[in-house]
């Protein structure tokens, strides 16, 4: 026999070999991977609004979601992330069964009792609940529930589907969500929900403090009523509120504590409280409350402080940046400008001082100076100076003052009364002016007993020579 003879027998026999080991019908065996256990569709992740988890050691959680927002409703309310809510979902969804278990296939030991897997009972069992929307309003509401067991190897763990006697092997993805996370970790970290209505009402008060600071919204402008009343920077309110609406804790530190003395809550040292006007169900309006109460430091020399949040039942940790925040000085919110009247709405600036008594008057072509006599009239009248007029103005209503002093005006100090009027003839505002002899500081204030403190540079126009008029004789004199 040749070479070429030997080489073709040699592959008929590799050929019938094959062939011997295929089963019966000529098709090869192959191994299935992993598949999911649950069927596509079976979790619609997004319509899924309630979640209930219970651990064998007798906790138990539930959480229900209210349009985009998701609560922990037992064993009491606290909001909680929607993120982590959808990941419990989105991993249970996901799963995939790598092997399946039906009653005759559990291991047994060696005695042919089945081995403990830790589903009877379930060390854990969640279930995933919403409302199919092509169904009747009376029809009832849909669930998945899903037993979790025992750890296995190679990452998995053992599961089994509420009302299937089957036993599956699955990533313990799942399992490390709801038997080892903390539940704690799954709550909003955040302080005051201020991203929705507007705030009406700010409050902050506490242990030792005589009267509450108050602050108001008027429309669009906000004042301070309590210990004392000034306008408000309403832009500098508004970034400390969308401040207070980012403000987090850094943790939860205890559920339902017996004892709220042991950290400072039982008398908060601060309470900061936010009033807002919600719609009611008869269509009419409502006011909502959130409050944080800080108490006493985590540790001597420690920034962190103590909280809670109204309605709550739980002790917070909150760090320096968010202690800050809720922290903020008052006097950094008060208006730091002259005045709140509008340039663009004054027609007359009437300055007073010791010497004179001169009026500003806006015409079409610009402003005219008048100086005014002792019995009220015009003794001497010019064109003003172009742009003086609208500096003045802007010193008074527009500069900010990088410093603000809560104290009665100096009136052995007075430089100047200026009273702006409208176009209707009637004032809108009167400021008085002062000036620090010492330092050369000037000190504006609108009649709140709020000074505005600027520099010396600030040097404001208070001689009618400023704005065109004939200088004044050396005897000439006035009262402002």
Same mark, same amino acid.
């Given at each position: 026999?040749?070479?070429?003879?030997?080489?073709?027998?040699?592959?008929?026999?590799? %050929?019938?070999?094959?062939?011997?080991?295929?089963?019966?019908?000529?098709?090869?065996?192959?191994?299935?991977?992993?598949?999911?256990?649950?069927?596509? @569709?079976? %979790?619609?992740?997004?319509?899924?609004?309630?979640?209930?988890?219970?651990?064998?050691?007798?906790?138990?959680?539930?959480?229900?979601?209210?349009?985009?927002?998701?609560?922990?409703?037992?064993?009491?309310?606290?909001?909680?992330?929607?993120?982590?809510?959808?990941?419990?979902?989105?991993? #249970?969804?996901?799963?995939?069964?790598?092997?399946?278990?039906?009653?005759?296939?559990?291991?047994?030991?060696?005695?042919?009792?089945?081995?403990?897997?830790?589903?009877?009972?379930?060390?854990?069992?969640?279930?995933?609940?919403?409302?199919?929307?092509?169904?009747?309003?009376?029809?009832?509401?849909?669930?998945?529930?899903?037993?979790?067991? &025992?750890?296995?190897? =190679?990452?998995?763990? $053992?599961?089994?589907?509420?009302?299937?006697?089957?036993?599956?092997?699955?990533? !313990?993805?799942?399992?490390?969500?709801?038997?080892?996370?903390?539940?704690?970790?799954?709550?909003?970290?955040? %302080?005051?929900?201020?991203?929705?209505?507007?705030?009406?009402?700010?409050?902050?008060?506490?242990?030792?403090?005589?009267?509450?600071?108050?602050?108001?919204?008027?429309?669009?402008?906000?004042?301070?009523?309590?210990?004392?009343?000034?306008?408000?920077?309403?832009? =500098?309110?508004?970034?400390?509120?969308?401040?207070?609406?980012?403000?987090?804790?850094?943790?939860?530190?205890?559920?339902?504590?017996?004892?709220?003395?042991?950290?400072?809550?039982?008398?908060?040292?601060?309470?900061? /409280?936010?009033?807002?006007?919600?719609?009611?169900?008869?269509?009419?309006?409502?006011? #909502?409350?959130?409050?944080?109460?800080?108490?006493? /430091?985590?540790?001597? @020399?420690?920034?962190?402080?103590? !909280?809670?949040?109204?309605?709550?039942?739980?002790?917070?940790?909150?760090?320096?940046? #968010?202690? =800050?925040?809720?922290?903020?000085?008052?006097?950094?919110?008060?208006?730091?400008?002259?005045?709140?009247?509008?340039? !663009?709405?004054?027609?007359?600036?009437?300055?007073?001082?010791?010497?004179?008594?001169?009026?500003?008057?806006?015409?079409?072509?610009?402003?005219?100076?008048?100086?005014?006599?002792? &019995?009220?009239?015009?003794?001497?009248?010019?064109? =003003?100076?172009?742009?003086?007029?609208?500096?003045?103005?802007?010193?008074?209503?527009?500069? &900010?003052?990088?410093?603000?002093?809560?104290?009665?005006?100096?009136?052995?100090?007075?430089?100047?009364?200026?009273?702006?009027?409208?176009?209707?003839?009637?004032? %809108?505002?009167?400021?008085?002016?002062?000036?620090?002899?010492?330092?050369?500081? $000037?000190?504006?204030?609108? @009649?709140?007993?709020?000074?505005?403190?600027?520099?010396?540079?600030?040097?404001?126009?208070?001689?009618?020579?400023?704005?065109?008029?004939?200088?004044?004789?050396?005897?000439?004199? @006035?009262?402002?």
């Amino acid at each position: 026999m040749n070479a070429k003879a030997t080489g073709v027998w040699i592959l008929v026999a590799a %050929l019938l070999s094959a062939l011997a080991w295929l089963p019966r019908g000529g098709t090869p065996t192959v191994e299935e991977g992993p598949r999911l256990l649950l069927a596509r @569709g079976a %979790l619609p992740v997004e319509r899924i609004d309630e979640i209930r988890l219970r651990r064998d050691d007798g906790a138990s959680w539930l959480f229900r979601r209210e349009g985009a927002a998701w609560r922990q409703v037992e064993p009491f309310e606290v909001p909680v992330e929607s993120f982590s809510m959808r990941q419990h979902a989105v991993v #249970a969804e996901s799963l995939r069964s790598s092997r399946r278990l039906d009653e005759a296939d559990r291991p047994r030991d060696e005695q042919g009792e089945p081995i403990d897997l830790g589903l009877e009972p379930p060390l854990g069992r969640v279930t995933f609940a919403w409302s199919d929307p092509a169904a009747p309003p009376d029809a009832a509401r849909r669930e998945v529930t899903l037993d979790l067991g &025992r750890r296995s190897v =190679a990452g998995r763990a $053992w599961l089994r589907r509420g009302g299937d006697d089957a036993v599956h092997a699955v990533d !313990a993805g799942l399992h490390a969500r709801l038997l080892d996370g903390d539940p704690r970790t799954w709550r909003s970290k955040r %302080l005051l929900p201020v991203a929705e209505e507007p705030i009406d009402r700010i409050e902050v008060g506490g242990a030792g403090q005589a009267r509450p600071i108050e602050l108001v919204r008027e429309n669009a402008r906000w004042r301070l009523e309590s210990p004392f009343s000034t306008r408000l920077d309403a832009d =500098a309110v508004e970034a400390w509120l969308a401040a207070l609406g980012r403000a987090e804790c850094s943790a939860y530190f205890e559920d339902e504590p017996e004892d709220l003395a042991r950290y400072g809550l039982d008398q908060p040292a601060e309470v900061i /409280s936010l009033e807002r006007r919600v719609p009611s169900p008869d269509g009419g309006e409502v006011l #909502a409350r959130a409050e944080v109460r800080l108490g006493g /430091s985590f540790g001597p @020399g420690s920034p962190d402080r103590f !909280a809670m949040v109204a309605g709550r039942p739980c002790v917070l940790l909150v760090g320096e940046e #968010a202690t =800050a925040i809720l922290r903020r000085p008052i006097a950094s919110l008060v208006d730091p400008t002259g005045t709140d009247v509008q340039p !663009a709405d004054v027609r007359t600036i009437e300055v007073r001082t010791a010497a004179e008594t001169f009026r500003l008057r806006r015409e079409l072509d610009g402003f005219v100076a008048e100086r005014i006599d002792e &019995r009220g009239d015009v003794a001497d009248e010019v064109p =003003a100076r172009r742009g003086a007029a609208e500096a003045l103005l802007g010193q008074l209503a527009e500069a &900010r003052a990088p410093e603000v002093a809560v104290t009665p005006f100096p009136q052995e100090r007075l430089a100047a009364l200026v009273i702006l009027s409208g176009f209707d003839g009637r004032p %809108l505002g009167a400021v008085r002016i002062a000036r620090d002899p010492a330092d050369g500081r $000037w000190a504006i204030d609108d @009649g709140d007993d709020v000074l505005r403190v600027f520099p010396a540079s600030l040097e404001p126009r208070l001689r009618g020579e400023d704005y065109g008029l004939s200088p004044l004789e050396a005897s000439d004199a @006035g009262t402002p």
